[in-house]
């Protein structure tokens, strides 16, 4: 997963003038995102983070070295003890505490344990991911009629899966009012659109896959990151930000 999204990442970069940035970003916290989660591979793991910590917090640094070159936050935390570290990712897992670089540290480890199907000790609230409970970062449509909520996916921001969420509903706040849910789309960018809720003000954005299966969602995303500075201007907040954290 983690070498899909590096290699979408290095060709949008190649093409993109406006997201070259983020994307190239992308492709390097990726591919330390594979690294560590081959040097995880020979780890015995629990799925119970205070069991596992201990065995991944020095393979997962790397990957705070590539967020440090573009976070002063994650460049100060290069100099955390080991203790505030590994506190700092429990307090993440336990309280879905909104912290995009302990999530990315922690990607590899939970596409592990999904991989080899070891259970999360996490909350699963409603609207998030039905294998860890993260957050949908993202949102996916794979067919053509609005009305077929069945077609609907939602991507898992800390596990990478992608799942089925048959209706039209806000997954933040479980919202069916049609009249209080909308889509914004644009035309520089004809497969997104924003998908916001009137009554707590998230919004998803979705990225349609009926024509063009090519487009990784998580990837893809940040073709379109003036679309998110609208969405914030009008008042909205993201569910949960993407790959730059954003
Ligand atoms: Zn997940
Ligand atoms: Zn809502």
């Known amino acids: 997963m983690f070498e899909q999204r590096r290699a979408r990442a290095a060709l949008l970069a190649d093409?993109?003038?406006a997201a070259r940035e983020p994307l190239q970003f992308a492709a390097a916290l990726s591919n330390a995102q594979a690294q560590?989660?081959?040097?995880?591979?020979?780890?015995?793991?629990?799925?119970h983070l205070e069991n596992d910590v201990d065995k991944i917090v020095t393979l997962i640094h790397p990957i705070l070295e590539v967020i440090a070159q573009r976070s002063d936050d994650a460049?100060?935390?290069?100099?955390?003890?080991?203790?505030?570290?590994?506190?700092?990712?429990?307090?993440?897992w336990s309280e879905n505490h909104h912290d995009y670089i302990s999530r990315a540290l922690l990607q590899p480890y939970v596409a592990l344990l999904r991989?080899?199907?070891i259970t999360p000790d996490r909350?699963?609230?409603?609207?998030?991911?039905?294998?860890?409970?993260?957050a949908a970062w993202i949102s996916s449509r794979k067919s053509a009629s609005d009305a077929d909520g069945g077609f609907r996916y939602l991507g898992c921001s800390l596990c990478g899966l992608d799942w089925n969420f048959g209706r039209i509903a806000c997954p933040a706040c479980g919202e069916e009012d049609p009249h209080k849910l909308s889509n914004f789309s644009s035309?520089?960018?004809?497969?997104?659109?924003?998908?916001?809720?009137?009554?707590?003000r998230r919004y998803v954005k979705s990225i349609d896959l009926t024509l063009d299966a090519r487009p990784l969602p998580p990837v893809d995303d940040l073709l379109s990151l003036s679309m998110d500075l609208?969405?914030?201007?009008?008042?909205?907040?993201?569910?949960?930000?993407?790959?730059?954290?954003?």
């Not at 609208?230 to 954003?246: H, L, S, T």
């Open 115 to 117: 991989e080899k199907n």
């Open 36 to 47: 560590s989660m081959h040097r995880f591979q020979p780890v015995s793991l629990s799925g």
């Open 230 to 246: 609208w969405a914030v201007e009008e008042g909205f907040v993201r569910i949960e930000p993407g790959m730059a954290g954003m």
């Open 15 to 17: 093409q993109s003038d």
């Open 123 to 134: 909350v699963h609230s409603r609207g998030h991911c039905p294998f860890c409970g993260g």
């Open 187 to 200: 035309d520089r960018h004809p497969t997104v659109r924003i998908e916001s809720c009137e009554t707590c």
């Open 75 to 92: 460049k100060q935390r290069l100099s955390d003890e080991v203790s505030v570290a590994k506190t700092r990712l429990k307090a993440f």
